[in-house]
């Protein structure tokens, strides 16, 4: 079996927490599935940033192109601009290596409680477009720190864009539901989301077996919250894809516990693997972040890499955890860190 070169940016925050976590359990499962993970550790970040004025080094993305996939864990300071951390680490690594879905499984855990979701399970994905739209750095400020001081910002929306995370929700949909729903606001946004909803609507007819329905991402918000289980797949645009992705998992008990995947489907270039939830400054340090997220999304990984047999041990691994009641902070236990990750060390190997 070939070995598997993983790049690992713990980032910022909890980062640093959950990612050592989530490698001890990909280690145990690597040694029992007989893989060769490679890691490799790369300190970017704030720190870095705050060292060097830039989050990365300049030759940061050929030194990742080397890699079959990246690892990450959270990017985000108090005292580095907002706009630095991501736009001078993640969203350079989004473009560059194509990654053009986001994916973001949410569903329901037993053993975590989800009052909002508690008449049925959960079990959805958010199809994040991730390459364009509001993510644009087109726009600027203008007379600044005058009393007529304005800001422009435009969303970018392309045809090739669009059509390719309808192409990629669509055949998601129809091996799993069948059910669509696209994020929109044509009734606000005049020209992108008519633009975004005709390549969906498009997009979605050549798939017979999918239903497609659009609609406004506030009522989608609303229908999250109070009927979450009769959603499959969501499609939605850069910005509308976070939100709600940080809603739906919050539905189901926490973000902590959400994953994601940066997809270069095409397989050309390294996809990136992240949980959902950010450095949680708050917390950081105090050793109580709650790992699932940064774990499923290593399963995630495995998945993506063709080791279907070792996610699935990884993902029952944590799951059994939880349905055995080690839970963190964060939804509702006493478990550290550190404690939760040896309860999944020690079910891997039951
Ligand atoms: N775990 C990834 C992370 O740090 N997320 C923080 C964040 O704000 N991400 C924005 C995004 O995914 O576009």
Known sequence: MSAHRIAVIPGDGIGREVVPAAIACLERIAELHSLTL???????????????????????????????????????????????????????????????????PVKTLDGVAAPLASEHPIDLVIVRENNEGEYSEIGGRMYRGLPQEGAVQEAVFTRLGVSRAAH???????????????????????????????I????????????????????????LVLKPWTLDVIVASNLFGDILSDLAAAVTGSIGLAPS??????????????????????????????PVGQIWSGAMMLEHLGHTQ????LQTAF????????????????ASTAEFTEAVLSMIDA
């Not at 990450?72 to 108090?78: C, D, E, Q």
């Not at 799951?319 to 006493?334: C, F, M, P, Q, W």
């Open 38 to 104: 490679e890691f490799t550790p790369f300190d970017w970040g704030s720190d870095y940033y705050l060292q060097h004025g830039r989050m990365m080094p300049d030759d940061g993305l050929p030194q990742l192109a080397l890699h079959d996939a990246i690892y990450l864990g959270a990017v985000g300071s108090p005292e580095v601009p907002d706009a630095e951390t991501l736009w001078g680490l993640l969203i350079p690594i989004r473009r560059e290596f194509q990654q053009y879905i986001n994916l973001r």
């Open 168 to 198: 990629y929700a669509a055949s998601l949909a129809a091996s799993r539901r069948g059910r669509l729903t696209s994020a929109t606001k044509s009734n606000g946004i005049v020209h992108t989301m008519p633009f975004w909803d005709e």
């Open 200 to 223: 969906v609507a498009e997009t979605v007819s050549l798939y017979p077996d999918v239903t497609l329905t659009a609609e406004h991402v506030d009522a989608l918000a609303a229908h």
């Open 261 to 290: 995947a940066n997809l270069n489907p095409e397989g050309r270039y390294p996809s990136l693997f992240e949980p959902i939830h950010g450095s949680a400054p708050d917390i950081a340090g105090n050793g109580v972040a709650n």
């Open 310 to 313: 070792a996610a699935r041990h």
């Open 319 to 334: 799951e059994a955890v939880l349905r055995d009641g080690v839970r963190t902070r964060d939804i509702g236990g006493t």
